[in-house]
């Protein structure tokens, strides 16, 4: 993963695109939106992970074993339990909230997560100014199995 940008070599790119102008304007804000989005790394603590709403009762979140989740990436188990329902199957709240949305990748990584009749999706939750995290959703009902999850969060413009 990419580590924040330094003045010098913002310093670099303002003198790649000129000392004014829209060019240099849109980088400078390239640049703070990265930097904001990734000021967290290193991470002492990983997101907060929790079971949602619609996981079933005794549903479990987990990071992987020997993981080092952040609030950029991670690896996730969502073991849903007793009868699961179409809806929010867990919930990660990050350590640092974002200004701005960011764009969320989640992508299966085990058979039960990859079933494509779930239809799951991910939502930013927040507001402008003050993203504090996302949800796995399903648009169909998940079978009560371990779904384990890779995500990636990268800064949005």
């Known amino acids: 993963m990419a580590a924040p940008l330094s003045p010098e070599a913002l310093s670099a790119l303002s003198l790649a695109f000129g000392t004014s102008g829209a060019g240099q304007a849109a980088a400078a804000q390239l640049v703070a939106?990265?930097?904001g989005?990734?000021?967290n790394i290193p991470q002492a603590s990983p997101p907060?992970?929790?079971?949602?709403?619609?996981a079933g009762v005794g549903a479990t979140?987990?990071?992987v074993n020997g993981t080092n989740p952040t609030d950029n990436a991670g690896q996730l188990v969502v073991t849903t339990a007793g009868t699961p329902a179409a809806g929010v199957q867990a919930s990660v709240t990050y350590m640092v909230p974002l200004?701005?949305?960011p764009l969320v990748n989640l992508q299966p990584s085990n058979a039960a997560a990859a079933t494509p009749a779930y239809?799951?999706?991910?939502?930013n939750v927040g507001s402008p100014?003050?993203?504090t995290g996302f949800t796995i959703n399903t648009v169909g009902t998940p079978a009560v199995a371990a779904h384990n999850w890779n995500y990636m969060v990268t800064p949005g413009l």
Not at 48 to 54: E, F, H, L, Q, Y
Not at 119 to 123: H, S
Request: charged share 5%; hydrophobic share 45%.
């Open 37 to 39: 989005s990734f000021k």
């Open 33 to 35: 939106n990265v930097n």
């Open 61 to 63: 979140v987990a990071y």
């Open 119 to 123: 239809g799951t999706y991910v939502a």
């Open 48 to 54: 907060v992970a929790a079971p949602g709403t619609n």
């Open 129 to 131: 100014g003050n993203y």
């Open 99 to 101: 200004a701005v949305a």
